[in-house]
């Protein structure tokens, strides 16, 4: 169960980051893309701007040559004449050719007879040009569309095209007035006319527009901002801005912008925050997994210790206790025995006192006493405490104390003090072992703290295990050191004791001729 657990932890922390660092990648590019973002804006917002500047402009250069044009045509159209001439100053250089339709034939001005030859050569235009000059707005012709005929005079019917007169050889009249001019484009063609009423039915009078050539005579009048402006015909989904002809001023693909330095500069500030927010957030999502994966190796190191030192000693009580029931054992036998189990009950307690120190201290939970009193009446306790557990070991002690010390007040937990020293003890029996192992403890005033210095004639610290001297479960010697009794909890747990009381362990210095560590304590009021 705890492994299944164990697995579903991991996939939700691997599903978090992953999620967290998507949103944050996904942030910053949002981020990175925001000025091409606003650019794209203000493309479109100023191309509308210098569109609609130009427009007024552009109409009117625009209405001026259609109806100088158109006024080239005059008032009454020459129906019924065989011969058109070419009106009054002739035709602009947009205008690709007048013409005259009515339901009996299609006509040009004198000398313009090539553009009637090559307007009756496209059914398309001038049969639309017909059924608009019937109707107005009438559809474009289809060529695909069935075409009918008359009864009575055998001619086709387009649409909505009606022939008034069967006799086409009756002289036609004019029976009203022309109507206004419109316009219209069948693909690449644009036809100006207007409808004229006749005895035979709707005439058609106007001219074709040469698109390219009249664009030509207006792109000129556009706002210079607009870099690569174009006038076409309308496209699907297009509205005509060029009234009254079918037509689009487009604003192209390049316009001049503002100077958008001001803008880039405040939005550098955003970008920068939002890549080191992602950034961030994958140094967060890193460390967390890094700390999990950290947290299960010390809890898997700490049950692989804790394990073992527990199984020492309960082996050492199964077996002593096993030859203690012989009933021939010798006397000093028993007494030797008797002396082991003590020796592993002092040292499985203190296995257990530390772990459960180590607990309290991590769940942070404190002891709430406070021993106070002169440092001479509290220190003389445990010093003699600590000498006596390593004279016992084999040890010499020397114990010096500063006179200015005795006339000091502490107000600290003695227990937690007393443990600290009993594991530095513990720790030099264990390590720093010689032929005459010694140890000093000095006693001394610094600056507003009581300081306790604990020196060893031990082989010292390597320097790698120094780095990680205070990590638990860390052994302060080499590898093959590592055998021997602890979990490496000592070190780890006495500093963190000593900082709980508002003071510190600190290594001081390591060489080949011993260690010496560093504890420091506040003075009492």
């Known amino acids: ?3 299944v657990m ?10 978090f980051s992953l999620v967290a660092i998507g949103a944050a990648l996904w942030q910053a590019w949002q981020a990175a893309h925001l000025e091409d973002e606003l650019r794209a804006i203000d493309y479109r917002t100023q191309a509308a701007r210098l569109v609609e500047l130009s427009l007024p402009r552009v109409c009117a250069e625009m209405e001026t040559l259609l109806r100088t044009e158109q006024e080239k045509l005059g008032k009454t159209p020459p129906i019924g004449k065989v ?32 553009f009637a030859r090559r307007l009756a050569e496209a059914p398309a ?11 107005p707005s009438a559809p474009l012709y289809d060529p695909n569309e069935k075409q009918s005929y008359d009864p009575r005079t055998q001619l086709p019917v387009f649409g909505v095209y009606e022939v008034l ?9 004019l029976t009203g007035a022309p109507g206004p001019f419109f316009a219209w484009n069948y693909g690449d063609t644009l036809v100006c006319m207007r409808s004229v009423p006749t005895s035979h039915g709707a005439a058609a009078e106007g001219f074709v527009i040469d698109a390219a050539k009249l664009s030509a005579h207006l792109l000129p009048l556009v706002e210079p901002g607009l870099r690569e402006p174009s006038i076409g015909f309308v496209r699907r989904g297009e509205a005509a801005n060029l009234a009254p002809l079918p037509m689009v001023l487009r604003p192209g693909d390049k316009v001049e912008l503002p100077d958008t330095a001001a803008r880039r500069e405040a939005l550098r500030g955003p970008v920068i925050s939002a890549w080191l927010i992602s950034i961030l957030s994958i140094i967060i999502v890193f460390a967390l997994l890094v700390s999990y994966s950290r947290m299960e190796q010390r809890r898997s190191d700490f049950v692989s210790a804790v394990t073992h030192e527990l199984r020492t000693p309960l082996t050492s009580f199964q077996l002593y206790t096993e030859m203690l029931q012989d009933p021939a054992l ?26 459960l120190a180590y607990a309290r201290l991590t769940r942070g939970k404190q002891r709430e006493r406070q021993d106070v009193g002169s440092c001479a009446e509290l220190l003389s306790a445990l010093l003699d405490k600590t000498a006596d557990q390593l004279r016992r070991a084999g040890w010499s002690v020397t114990i010096t104390i500063d006179p200015r010390v005795s006339l000091l007040r502490l107000r600290t937990d003695l227990i937690s003090i007393e443990q600290i020293l009993q594991n530095l003890a513990d720790n030099a029996v264990k390590y720093a072992s010689s032929d005459h192992p010694s140890m000093t403890l000095h006693a001394l005033q610094t600056h507003r ?29 080499k590898a093959e050191d590592s055998r021997k009794p602890g979990i490496g909890l000592g070190l780890a747990l006495s500093r963190d004791l000593a900082r709980s009381i508002g003071g510190d362990l600190t290594l001081e210095r390591t060489s080949d001729h011993g260690t010496t560590f560093l504890l420091t304590l506040p003075l009492g009021e």
């Open 83 to 114: 011969n058109i001439p070419m009106p009054r100053g002739g035709k602009a250089d947009f205008n690709a050719g007048f013409f005259l339709l009515s339901p009996a034939m299609l006509q040009a001005p004198v000398g313009d007879e090539d």
């Open 449 to 477: 703290t009581l300081s306790l210095r604990v020196t060893d004639n031990g082989p010292g610290i390597l320097p790698d295990m120094q780095k990680k001297l205070f990590r638990p479960f860390s052994h302060s010697q």
């Open 330 to 355: 010798p006397v000093h036998k028993m007494r030797e025995y008797h002396e082991t189990l003590r020796r592993e009950s002092l040292r499985l307690g203190h296995l257990v006192e530390n772990v």
């Open 165 to 173: 007169e069967t006799d086409l050889d009756k002289p036609m009249r």
């Open 125 to 135: 235009i001038t049969n639309t040009i017909r059924r608009k000059a019937y109707n």
């Open 6 to 15: 164990k697995k579903k932890l991991v996939s939700i922390l691997l599903i």
């Open 1 to 3: 169960m705890e492994q």
